[in-house]
């Protein structure tokens, strides 16, 4: 498995652009489920999470074709390719399949797709999701480690209703909404989650043809369509991926120019790095980090959007290891976002964790050692700590990184840092 051998410490300089949002290209790759006519998405990310969706698509029947320069075209074939299955297979490896279920039942009446398992982060359930396609009209069960959801009349569509979510739930409130597209009549979700992702999911189902209000606040209202037809959409920033980049040119002492992104969308984090005392600058497209003197440690506690992002707790707790005092992380998003803190700890870093709260001590002067990924954000964590370490770092399994971040070796080394991936086999 491929690793990166890291060299410490550097001060991160320069200007790097965000990608398109892996968390906005899931979703919208789903919705070309739901498409009559080709959809064009462009700013697509080059990660190992769009390749698979991909794949998922093209089992059901819509082709994916590479436009050049981050543009995919998808283009709906055979209704019934893949006999509306999403197979455990691909689902497996990336929970994000899940997303199938709501598209394909809302346009092909029914759907069997595989249930998410549970991952290093968290149980993460998907009870929500059905409950909320029930209260469409669904008839929604799970057999066999597979979801198999129907609309009870052949031929008829999903009905507009009413459904208030227990919680905030991205993928959730993302799945229902595609389903309430298609559906005959009207539907109102409330509790909805309201992470960017969600808004720029809405524009794109919108400039399909559909009828959507409130996407982005907690209350949305969908007037279903009989059919949706084609689009070109352009995909949102990265707002985890900027932001790691910027956390990096806090933790490093350095001063990064982070550029085609959404200063709103950032902004959780940029308000907190300014309590810290970096220097934040925003200015159309563009934000600027620098952190010239110390840093003081500053409490954070992850909630769904517009509060802190979970996605960032754990590169933001690498940066409170050079911060003087001891910070609170609190994680109250996912049960088990930890995972990176006995690894911090073979750099040298001093962190308590207690529950849902990680007490983090410094400044304390990191080194290099041999540290072990265990999901995505954990692994960004882990190479933002190697930069500010002293010496040598291998980080091992970042194949969740290349799920989720698009040439972050080249990205890095752009900014001055000395990071080389090292090739191993391929993980299974
Ligand atoms: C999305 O996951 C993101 N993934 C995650 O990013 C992100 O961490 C998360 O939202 C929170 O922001 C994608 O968008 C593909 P949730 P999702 O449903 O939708 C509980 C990354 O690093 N819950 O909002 O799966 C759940 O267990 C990934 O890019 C239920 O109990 O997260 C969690 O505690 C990691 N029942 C909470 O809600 C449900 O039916 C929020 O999860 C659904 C969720």
Do not use: W
Not at 164 to 177: D, I, Q, S
Not at 186 to 192: D, F, G, H, I
Not at 222 to 236: D, F, K, S
């Amino acid at each position: 498995m491929d690793r990166f051998r890291i060299q410490g410490p550097v001060r991160l300089a320069g200007r790097v652009r965000a990608s398109g949002a892996k968390n906005a290209a899931l979703p919208a790759l789903a919705a070309c489920l739901l498409a009559s006519e080709p959809v064009e998405l462009s700013r697509m990310p080059r990660v190992r999470d769009i390749r698979t969706m991909s794949r998922l698509l093209g089992h059901l029947g819509v082709a994916s074709e590479e436009l050049g320069d981050g543009t995919l075209r998808l283009t709906p074939g055979d209704p019934e390719a893949g006999a509306g299955e999403a197979p455990y297979e691909l689902v497996k490896t990336m929970r994000a399949g899940v997303l199938s279920l709501g598209p394909l039942l809302a346009r092909r009446g029914r759907a069997r797709v595989s249930l998410p398992g549970g991952c290093a982060i968290g149980v993460r359930p998907v009870d929500q999701h059905l409950a909320g396609l029930a209260a469409l009209g669904a008839e929604v069960r799970v057999e066999g480690g597979y979801v198999e959801a129907r609309v009870p009349e052949p031929g008829k569509r999903l009905r507009g209703g009413r459904f208030r979510f227990a919680m905030p739930t991205v993928t959730g409130t993302e799945n229902v909404l595609m389903a309430a597209v298609l559906a005959a009549g009207t539907s109102v979700l409330e509790n909805c989650a309201r992470e960017p992702e969600i808004g720029d999911l809405a524009r794109l189902l919108t400039a399909m043809g559909a009828r959507i209000e409130g996407a982005g606040t907690d209350t949305i209202t969908v007037h279903g369509v009989a059919e949706l037809g084609g689009a070109r959409h352009e995909i949102i920033p990265d707002r985890i991926e900027g932001g790691t980049y910027l956390i990096g040119a806090a933790l490093t002492g350095g001063d990064v120019t982070l550029e085609d992104a959404e200063p709103a969308d950032l902004a959780p984090l940029l308000e907190k790095l300014a309590e810290t005392g970096a220097a934040v600058e925003t200015e159309g497209t563009r934000v600027r980090v620098s952190a010239p003197g110390e840093l003081s440690s500053a409490d954070v506690e992850t909630a769904p959007h517009p509060r802190f992002p979970t996605d960032l707790q754990a590169q933001y707790l690498a940066l409170m290891t050079a911060a003087r005092g001891v910070a609170s992380v609190s994680e109250t998003v996912f049960e088990n976002r930890f995972q990176h803190v006995p690894e911090l700890a073979r750099l040298g870093a001093v962190i308590e964790v207690r529950g849902g709260t990680a007490k983090v001590h410094g400044p304390t002067a990191l080194s290099g050692a041999y540290v072990m990924a265990t999901d995505l954000r954990a692994s960004a964590c882990l190479v933002l700590a190697a930069l500010a370490a002293r010496g040598e770092t291998l980080v091992h399994r970042i194949y969740h990184l290349d799920r989720g971040y698009e040439r972050m070796e080249e990205k890095l080394q752009s900014l001055g840092a000395s990071v080389e991936r090292v090739a191993g086999p391929e993980p299974d």
